[in-house]
């Protein structure tokens, strides 16, 4: 069973666009929830990240928005830039942070 | 800080073999994890350790892999008896355990079973 639900697969935004991308999650034991950004040949890379305590965090033109009843969280890049052209996963882990359990990612397409 | 090594970055074997990756995480961190990636997923948890103590371990790995963390730095991954199933990314991640648990993921190595 996929512990975290993330969608769309893919995703084209023309430069200036907003972009978002969706993951559901089932286990309410999950109270941080990471987002990672993957370059091609690169490791994944942390963008941000939150606790079920706040509904929403904004880093710069990323936002993440968290409804902790509806068990959903989003990313949201505002201003979006062929630069963040990549593939974005979401992921869950408990308190202890000894597990983490990532969405099957998606891949982002901003056009000039 | 030089960020997180993997060793090797590619690795071609042949079914039945033996492989060993090693993972060199940044220093002082003492939490050190792997994790699988297989084409268009997302990273796939493997195994935890907290200094040299292995503390979590997926019921989805099978006896043929098995990792270390001897002295608590780096951290090896062995797989026995290689299957073409298991061609895939294999990736390290560290952190400190404060601020939030920020994990330094490594580029991975990637293996490929003919």
């Known amino acids: 069973q996929q512990q975290v639900k993330q969608s769309p697969q893919s995703l084209i935004v023309q430069k200036g666009g907003i972009s978002i991308i969706n993951c559901a999650y089932e286990n309410t034991a999950f109270d941080y929830f990471p987002w990672y950004q993957q370059f091609p040949g690169k490791g994944p890379a942390l963008l941000i990240a939150i606790r079920p305590d706040v509904s929403e965090k904004k880093e710069g033109r990323f936002t993440i928005s968290f409804n902790k009843s509806a068990k959903q969280f989003s990313l949201h890049i505002m201003d979006s830039q062929p630069g963040d052209s990549a593939t974005y996963f979401c992921a869950a882990t408990g308190h202890n942070f000894n597990k983490f359990y990532f969405g099957s990612g998606t891949k982002l397409n901003v056009k000039p | 800080d030089t960020g997180v090594s993997q060793d090797p970055r590619h690795k071609i074997t042949k079914r039945g073999q033996n492989v060993t990756f090693r993972c060199d995480p940044i220093?002082?961190?003492?939490?050190l994890y792997w994790y699988r990636q297989t084409l268009g997923q997302g990273p796939e948890f493997l195994t935890y350790?907290?200094?040299?103590?292995?503390?979590?371990k997926s019921r989805l790995l099978s006896d043929r892999f098995s990792a270390e963390r001897p002295k608590g730095s780096f951290s090896t991954l062995e797989i026995q008896r290689t299957e073409q199933g298991d061609s895939a990314m294999y990736l390290c991640?560290?952190?400190?355990?404060?601020?939030?648990?920020?994990?330094?993921f490594g580029a991975g190595t990637r293996l490929s079973v003919l």
């Open positions: 991640a560290s952190s400190s355990g404060q601020g939030g648990n920020i994990q330094y």
């Open positions: 220093s002082e961190h003492n939490r």
């Open positions: 350790f907290q200094n040299e103590a292995q503390l979590e």
